[in-house]
C-alpha cells in the first residue's frame, strides 16, 4: 500500500490515522526539518544529534553525493566540487549573478540559449543545475525524516522567502519533486516564523517578522486575530543575506592582505572559499566577542593574519544593514501602518544574532526586538505545523493562513511599458480582470507577455511567460475588447487568460516560468532516479483512480447525509446515481473509465457544492460553530 | 455559483451605507475566510474545492473594495449605475484644480531636493483632506442620499488617492 500513501493529497484521510507530513525550512546556509509530533512541532536530528543541516553538497570523487557537515568539513580543498548557499542561484541566469569572480564555481549558461534557461555549475560529476544540487540536500532531509517517523511521507511543506519571484519558487518546487516530495504548499518563512511564534505565545496584535538568512532577506507584517494570521505586507530582498557580511569581510581582509604584500598574486578557487569560510567564523566569534583573529596559510604561501574588531565589522557592513531597512519602510507604507502600531517584533534567520543588526531594529522600531525562539529553528517549526493542518490531520490549533503576493504581476502594453493587473501585496486567492485594445487596424491576433515586478519597463521586470490570443476578427485599431484575467490561487500560482469579448475566443495558461524545468526533464530526470517501469506506472495508476473514487464517494455521501435538503429531490438522486456508476467502475480495472466518472460525479454536485459553500458562509456570519462541516 | 452573486455588502452581512462599521467587516472577512478558504478544502472533492477557491476569492475582492473609503464610495456609485471616473462626468472644481497642481509642484520640488520628509508632510496633508472628504460622504450618502454631490466628492478622493499612491513611488525611488 506504500503507493497509496504518496497520491494527491485530495483524498480523505481514514479517521484516526496520523499521515506523516513535514515542514522544510530548505535554507542558503543551513536546512531543517520539522514535524507535529503528539500535537507538538519538532525539529527532527540526525543520528548525530544535529538539527542543522548544512546546505552543502560535494561530488565525490567515487561517484558518490555527501551533504552536510561532511561536505562543509571539506569546502576548502574540493571548492569546485562542493556547493554551498546553492539557494542563490535558484531560477537564476548567469546574468543575475553578480560578483562572479568571488565565487569559487564553475558556472554555465544553460543550454537553451532562446529561453535564457537556469545556469548551471560544471562539477566532477558533470553538470548540475541548482535544482538538482538541491534536489540532494531534500533528498538527505527525506530520508532523515522517515528513518525517525518510521513510515513514508505523505507530503511536505517547503518554506520559501516570501520575496522569491516565480521562478525561484518553481525551482524549489521542482527541487521538491527531484526529491520525491509530495509538495503540499510553498510556505512564506516569515509567515511561517509567524505562526510559530504567535502559536508559542499565544500572539494577539500586529507583528513584524525581520528576516535576515544566509542569503535572503524577507520583512513581513502580520495581524494575529483568533487564529488567522494575515499578512498585511510583505518586502524584501532576495539577494541579501548572511554571505554578504561575509563577503564584505572577505574583501576587507584581501585589503589588508594586498596593502602588507607587494607582489600579491590571484588567488586560486581554494583560497577564496578558505577565506570565506574564514570570515564566516570571525563575524560569528564576534556576536559574543570584541575581537576576532583571522589566521590561514594561502596556496601561494604567503600568511594571513589579521585582527578584526567588532566596530570594524560594523564600518565594513554598515550599508549592507541600511539595505535592509529600506524594505522594511517599504512594507510599514504599504500596510499603511507607523511604528507604534507595531506590538512586536520578530528575529528570524541566523544573520539576525549580529547585535548591530539588533541594534539597527531596536532603533527603527523603537522597542526592543523579540528573540525567545531560535531564529535558525522558527521557520520549520511553523512549516510543520502548516503541514500537519494541510495534510488532513485534526489539529488544536486551528489557524488560517492569509498570505499576499510579494511582487505584482502585469502585462506588456505598447513601448515596452508593463500594466500592473495585481498589486503586491494583494490577499491570496485572487483574481482580477482588465480589458485591452488592438494596437493597429484590422489586428487578428494579440502577443500577452506576462511580468512580475515593480518596474515601469517591462526589461526591467522578470518575464514570466509569453501566449498569443489568435482569431481575433479584424476591427479597427481600439475597436477590440480583450479581457485579460489573472488569477493566483492559493499557492501562489499564477495562470492567466485572454478572452476576446465580441467573439468569446479565449486562450489560457497556466504560467510555468521560462527558467524553470520543463515537464519533460522533470519526467526524465525522475525516470533516472527511480527506473519505473511501464507496468508499475499502469497499476499505480489504477489505484491512484480507485482511491481519488473512494474519497470522493465517501466525502460526497457525507455531504448529502448531511445537507442533502439543500437540493431538491431530482437533484439528489442525479447525484446518487453518478456515484453509484462509479462504484461499479472502480471494481474494474479502467484507470481512465473511473478517471471519468469522477469527474462526472464532481459536475454533478456542483450545484450542491455551492449551496453547502453558501450555508457554511451564512452558519460562520450567524456565529454558529463550524466543526461538523468539515468532511 | 449561485444566479445573482450577493452584493459586497450582502457577503459580509453589514447594512449597505458609506459609514461602515470597520470592526465588524474585518471580523466578517475573517469568519468568512475561517469558513471558506481553500485551505480548509484539502481533503474535499473537487468541486468543493472550486466553490470554496470562487468564494475565498470573492471576499478578498470585496474586502479590498470595502476597506477603502475611495474604491467603496466609487463601488456604491456603480450599485446606481453611475462611473464616478467616467470621462463625461462633471469637472473638478476650479480650486480643487488648482491645489492639486499646488501638490504636485511640491512633490516635484521635494523629489528635486530629495526631500523625503516633506514628502511625508505632504502625504499628511493629503490625509487631513482624505478624512474631511470621507466625512462628507457619510452624510452625503447615508442622511442626503445626494449621489450627484457624493460623485464630485469621490472623484476627488480618488485623485487624493492617485496623488498618495504617487508620493509613495517617489520615496520608493529616494529610498533606494
Known amino acids: ?631 | 455559483m449561485q444566479s445573482t452573486p450577493p452584493n459586497h455588502f450582502e457577503l459580509f452581512s453589514i447594512a449597505e451605507q458609506f459609514n461602515l462599521d470597520t470592526s465588524t467587516l474585518e471580523s466578517n472577512y475573517r469568519k468568512i475566510q475561517s469558513a471558506a478558504h481553500p485551505d480548509r478544502f484539502i481533503t474535499a472533492p473537487a468541486t468543493e474545492r472550486l466553490s470554496a477557491m470562487h468564494l475565498a476569492t470573492s471576499a478578498n475582492e470585496a474586502y479590498s473594495v470595502l476597506k477603502s473609503p475611495a474604491k467603496r464610495a466609487k463601488y456604491m456609485l456603480e450599485q446606481h449605475g453611475i462611473d464616478a471616473i467616467a470621462d463625461t462626468n462633471t469637472v473638478m472644481p476650479m480650486d480643487f484644480l488648482m491645489q492639486q497642481m499646488e501638490w504636485r509642484e511640491r512633490i516635484e520640488d521635494a523629489k528635486m531636493a530629495r526631500d523625503i520628509s516633506e514628502l511625508d508632510n505632504i502625504a499628511d496633508e493629503l490625509a487631513t483632506e482624505a478624512k474631511a472628504l470621507v466625512g462628507d460622504l457619510c452624510e452625503l450618502f447615508d442622511i442626503k442620499q445626494d449621489l450627484a454631490a457624493a460623485t464630485e466628492i469621490t472623484r476627488k478622493l480618488i485623485f487624493i488617492d492617485k496623488v498618495c499612491a504617487d508620493i509613495d513611488q517617489v520615496i520608493e525611488q529616494l529610498d533606494h
Not at chain 1, 588567488?267 to 564566516?280: F, N, P, V
Open chain 1, 1 to 631: 500500500m506504500a503507493l497509496l500513501q504518496i497520491s494527491e493529497p485530495g483524498m480523505s484521510a481514514a479517521p484516526h490515522q496520523h499521515r506523516l507530513a513535514v515542514g522544510i525550512d530548505l535554507g542558503t546556509t543551513n536546512s531543517l526539518i520539522a514535524t507535529v509530533r503528539s500535537g507538538m512541532s519538532t525539529v527532527l536530528q540526525d543520528d548525530f544529534g544535529h538539527a542543522l543541516l548544512p546546505s552543502v553538497v560535494r561530488y565525490m570523487p567515487n561517484g558518490d553525493i555527501v551533504v552536510g557537515h561532511e561536505a562543509q568539513a571539506h569546502q576548502s580543498e574540493d571548492p569546485v566540487n562542493t556547493v554551498i548557499s546553492v539557494k542563490r542561484f535558484m531560477g537564476r541566469n548567469l546574468n543575475d549573478i553578480t560578483n562572479k569572480a568571488h565565487i569559487p564555481y564553475r558556472f554555465v549558461e544553460g543550454s537553451d540559449a532562446a529561453t535564457t534557461r537556469s545556469l548551471q555549475l560544471q562539477t566532477r560529476a558533470g553538470l548540475k543545475t541548482p535544482v538538482e544540487i538541491s534536489a540532494e540536500i531534500l533528498k538527505t532531509l527525506k530520508a532523515r525524516a522517515e528513518k525517525s517517523l518510521g513510515g513514508e511521507l505523505v507530503g511536505a511543506v517547503i518554506t520559501v522567502p516570501a520575496y522569491f519571484d516565480d521562478a525561484q519558487r518553481q525551482a524549489t518546487k521542482d527541487a521538491a519533486r527531484l526529491a520525491g516530495l509530495n509538495v503540499l504548499r510553498l510556505l512564506n518563512e516569515p509567515t511561517a516564523a509567524a505562526v510559530a511564534y504567535g502559536l508559542d505565545n499565544a500572539a494577539e496584535g500586529t507583528f513584524v517578522i525581520y528576516d535576515l538568512g544566509g542569503g535572503t532577506f524577507d520583512v513581513s507584517i502580520l495581524r494575529l486575530s483568533k487564529g488567522v494570521f494575515e499578512v498585511l505586507a510583505t518586502n524584501g530582498d532576495a539577494a541579501l543575506g548572511g554571505d554578504d557580511f561575509d563577503h564584505r569581510i572577505y574583501c576587507w581582509v584581501l585589503d589588508q592582505v594586498r596593502a602588507a604584500n607587494e607582489n600579491f598574486s590571484p588567488l586560486t578557487e581554494e583560497d577564496t572559499r578558505l577565506l570565506l569560510t574564514k570570515a564566516r567564523q570571525a563575524k560569528e566569534w564576534l556576536t559574543d566577542n570584541f575581537e576576532a583573529q583571522i589566521v590561514c596559510k594561502l596556496g601561494n604561501g604567503i600568511l594571513v593574519d589579521v585582527t578584526l574588531t567588532a566596530p570594524q565589522l560594523v564600518e565594513v557592513t554598515e550599508h549592507l544593514v541600511s539595505k535592509t531597512l529600506s524594505p522594511t519602510r517599504k512594507a510599514m507604507r504599504d500596510a499603511k501602518l507607523s511604528i507604534e502600531d507595531i506590538n512586536g517584533v520578530v528575529l528570524v534567520g541566523g544573520a539576525t544574532r549580529m547585535p548591530h543588526i539588533r541594534h539597527a531594529v531596536q532603533e527603527f522600531f523603537k522597542q526592543e526586538p523579540l528573540t525567545n525562539l531560535d531564529p535558525d529553528k522558527v521557520v520549520a517549526l511553523g512549516a510543520a505545523i502548516q503541514a500537519n493542518i494541510l495534510a488532513g490531520n485534526k489539529s488544536d490549533d486551528d489557524l488560517l493562513l492569509l498570505d499576499v503576493t510579494p511582487l505584482s504581476l502585469g502585462l506588456e502594453t505598447m513601448g515596452g511599458l508593463v500594466e500592473k493587473v495585481i498589486h503586491r501585496n494583494s490577499t491570496l486567492p485572487i483574481a482580477r480582470a482588465q480589458e485591452f485594445t488592438t494596437y493597429k487596424d484590422g489586428q487578428t491576433a494579440m502577443s500577452v507577455h506576462v511580468v512580475q515586478g515593480e518596474r515601469d519597463l517591462v526589461s526591467d521586470c522578470r518575464s514570466l511567460a509569453r501566449f498569443e490570443l489568435r482569431g481575433i476578427p479584424p476591427m479597427a485599431a481600439g475597436a477590440a475588447r480583450i479581457r485579460v484575467t489573472f488569477t493566483v490561487d492559493a499557492d501562489g500560482l499564477l495562470s492567466v487568460s485572454a478572452r476576446e469579448q465580441s467573439t468569446g475566443i479565449e486562450a489560457h495558461i497556466a504560467v510555468k516560468p521560462s527558467y524553470g524545468l520543463t515537464e519533460d526533464e522533470i519526467t526524465n530526470m525522475l525516470k533516472a532516479s527511480f527506473n519505473s517501469a511501464e507496468d508499475d506506472k499502469k497499476a499505480r495508476m489504477l489505484a491512484e483512480a480507485r482511491v481519488d473514487a473512494g474519497a470522493i464517494i465517501g466525502s460526497i455521501s457525507a455531504a448529502l447525509a448531511a445537507d442533502s435538503q439543500l437540493i431538491s429531490a431530482e437533484e439528489v438522486k442525479a447525484i446518487e446515481a453518478e456515484i453509484q456508476k462509479l462504484q461499479q467502475l472502480s471494481e474494474g480495472e479502467d484507470a481512465t473509465a473511473i478517471h471519468q466518472a469522477v469527474d462526472a460525479l464532481n459536475h454533478a454536485t456542483e450545484a450542491f457544492a455551492a449551496a453547502r459553500m453558501d450555508a457554511s458562509v451564512s452558519r460562520a456570519l450567524a456565529g454558529k460553530h463550524l466543526e461538523n462541516l468539515d468532511l
